[in-house]
């Protein structure tokens, strides 16, 4: 008999409707069975796409004892971390503060008021490693709870008073200057894997957000190390297992420093943020890797991620069926020689083989090897790699697919929104561009309200009940503010407003300028989280300082150009000591020193000739720069308004920090002027 997950929207959540525990969604109504019955809280926090939370929900959650002995003794509450950010934030900042490490899934055991007293991640079935069994843990928490009830409490007053003590010192009042973002080009440079590409050792992620910063720093001063980190970087992933050399698209994260083995769940933040960072990458290089890959990750997002309401899906599983009907991480992507000849045959299975690095011996488990390109030279028959490439692509097909989280989450809608429009401006691909629209119109008539509150998440035309927190805000105004450039449509820079209207009123400190991840109005938690680093998007901070910065450029709207420089002081305290983890946040502070430019075109939409200033203009690197584009007499977009046609031709004027150079009809001085 399902349990009250049932009625949830979550996909996770709804992997466990059928477990026998007696789950119930994060809700008062749980905490206050908790304290009617006496029991104290086991907290389960994960995401439908986590390998381990599969393997511990199948070993422990789905046994009928465990169960049982939950039932007896536990108020259990699961989570899906990707509708509860929050939830998961403030808990798993007491998981690392106590254990030094989290991950997910991540097991927390709460009193009735909501308070931490007891910390893990995944626990196995039987005693493994120094790591005690589920079961073990949960009769050592019972006994606490049951014979040491005042020192359980105790210990969960100061677990809670620790955490609010945490606020974060809100670094210099300045923004960050020229030395502040040379530092922090010094500290990556430092942490570069000159090898491999990318920062650090194993496991290695894609770094999407410190690569902008370094593209945008290499176009403001022509450092040219920061270029060649960023392309190294990028061709390595390319290259790498970590990227489906197949049907393209990137895996989560690699487990070895050499992008080999990929930890095989595809998400659709890195895809968003990886389309524009290659994206980006052809346009500061003209490199042609990095124009297929922008493409190929743009079809890869459309083809397998879009919903049938025009959203976008949150991610595809690591695991599937291998064909025995047990679910194996990988079983869907990695090919054994023998394989490649059942599908191709002898030569062209010796040929792709050699071609994408399948080795006897195997790269990933049981001889099976993860697809790879490790030839950067020599030569190779086109026609013939493009016939092996299709066919093992449709005998892929045939193979059972990895699971899809179907549910829509606002914030990366966003980031996917800004990707696909740039990508298909660039590139001339207006089919992309038709599918941002897609997404951003379901964001607005789904997940927007009467009062312009955002919605976290919906799934199948259904909009669910949690509402969006800092991160949403600010990544779907940055997708709205690139459909305006890329569009010239007005309506786009008006829903921007809207939502970072209530980024000024709901989510910044009055005082400091500091910002926080969740609305003023929105539920109380233990503890009210902040947190300014990127992770494996944006932060709701950085991104919200980007957006401010963009808007305040197309509007001239003050307040929220001072409130993207006052957010901008925690890049310059974090900035050179900690690089890589507020990357988004260097890439804006780049804008800001850069003005950013404003660059408004005018003149019939239809004429060849505003066709050609308008894609100078989206192509430019000029860090942050923002684009209008419309007819003389539109008032779509402010940066319009009193922009006449010289000579009656279509014209382009440049601007930045109250300063416009002379306007221009000729295309080439208009790239110039971007340049300087």
């Avoid at 899906?313 to 025995?324: H, K, R, V």
């Avoid at 660059?599 to 690197?621: C, F, M, Q, S, Y």
């Amino acid at each position: 008999m399902p349990n009250r997950l049932a009625h949830e929207t979550s996909p996770y959540l709804l992997q466990h409707a059928d477990n026998p525990v007696d789950w119930w969604p994060w809700s008062a109504e749980a905490f206050e069975e908790a304290r009617k019955s006496g029991k104290p809280v086991l907290l389960s926090v994960g995401y439908s796409s986590c390998h381990w939370c599969h393997v511990m929900a199948h070993e422990s959650f789905e046994d009928q004892e465990t169960a049982d002995y939950l039932n007896a003794h536990f108020v259990s509450v699961k989570v899906d971390r990707e509708e509860r950010p929050d939830v998961d934030a403030v808990y798993m900042e007491a998981v690392q503060a106590a254990t030094g490490q989290g991950g997910w899934p991540m097991t927390v055991f709460l009193t009735p008021d909501a308070e931490p007293f007891y910390f893990g991640t995944y626990f196995p079935p039987a005693p493994r490693q120094g790591s005690p069994s589920f079961r073990q843990v949960l009769e050592g928490v019972r006994s606490a709870w049951t014979d040491r009830r005042d020192e359980v409490a105790e210990v969960a007053e100061k677990i809670v008073r620790d955490l609010a003590g945490r606020e974060i010192a809100f670094g210099d009042t300045q923004v960050p200057g020229e030395e502040d973002l040379a530092g922090a080009l010094l500290g990556l440079t430092r942490d570069y894997d000159a090898g491999h590409g990318g920062f650090g050792g194993a496991p290695k992620f894609p770094p999407s957000m410190a690569i902008e910063f370094l593209l945008r720093h290499h176009a403001r001063t022509g450092a040219e190390g920061a270029l060649q980190m960023a392309a190294d970087t990028c061709e390595r992933m390319a290259r790498g297992g970590i990227y489906d050399q197949l049907a393209g698209g990137f895996a989560r994260y690699s487990v070895d420093r050499e992008w080999v083995v990929p930890h095989f769940e595809k998400m659709l933040y890195d895809n968003a943020l990886l389309c524009r960072v290659y994206a980006h990458l052809w346009r500061s290089t003209g490199s042609d890797l990095a124009r297929r890959v922008a493409l190929e990750t743009a079809d890869f997002m459309v083809r397998e991620l879009r919903t049938n309401e025009g959203g976008f899906a949150s991610a595809l599983d690591a695991d599937s069926d291998d064909g025995t009907g047990k679910h194996v991480e990988g079983a869907y992507y990695v090919w054994t020689p023998a394989q490649l000849r059942e599908v191709l045959g002898e030569q062209d299975a010796e040929l792709a083989a050699d071609y994408f690095g399948v080795t006897q011996e195997g790269t990933f488990e049981e001889g099976a090897s993860v697809l790879q390109l490790p030839q950067s030279e020599g030569v190779f028959d086109a026609e013939r790699i493009a016939s092996i490439r299709a066919r093992l692509l449709e005998a892929r097909g045939e193979r059972p697919a990895p699971g899809r989280d179907d549910k829509v989450v606002a914030a990366w809608n966003g980031l996917a929104v800004a990707a696909l429009a740039e990508t298909g401006a660039y590139f001339d691909r207006p089919d992309l561009i038709e599918a941002a629209l897609g997404a951003a119109d379901l964001l607005v008539r789904l997940h927007l309200d009467e009062h312009a509150r955002l919605a976290r998440t919906s799934k199948d035309g259904r909009v669910g009940a949690n509402a969006g927190v800092l991160e949403d805000y600010a990544d779907v105004s940055e997708g709205f503010l690139a459909l305006a450039s890329v569009t010239g449509e007005g309506v786009w820079l008006e829903f921007a407003g809207f939502l970072l209207d209530h980024v000024l009123v709901q989510f910044t400190d009055e005082e400091s300028g500091t910002l926080y991840d969740t609305a003023a109005d929105a539920e109380k938690l233990i503890r009210r989280p902040q947190d300014p680093t990127d992770n494996a998007t944006p932060s709701g901070w950085s991104a919200a300082a980007g957006a401010l910065l963009s808007y305040a450029a197309q509007t001239g709207a003050e307040p929220h150009r001072a409130a993207a420089e006052r957010a901008l002081g925690v890049v310059k305290a974090l900035g050179p000591r900690a690089p890589r983890f507020i990357g988004w946040g260097l890439a804006t502070a780049e804008a800001l020193l850069d003005g950013p430019r404003e660059v408004a075109v005018v003149g019939p939409v239809d004429d060849p000739a505003t066709k050609e200033l308008h894609r100078a203009a989206l192509l430019a690197t000029a860090p942050g720069a923002v684009v209008a584009v419309g007819a003389p007499d539109s008032d779509e977009l402010p940066l319009l308004a009193e922009r006449l046609l010289v000579s009656g031709e279509p014209t382009a004027y440049v601007c930045r920090n109250f300063t416009c150079d002379a306007p221009t009809t000729d295309v080439d001085r208009l790239r110039e002027a971007l340049k300087r």
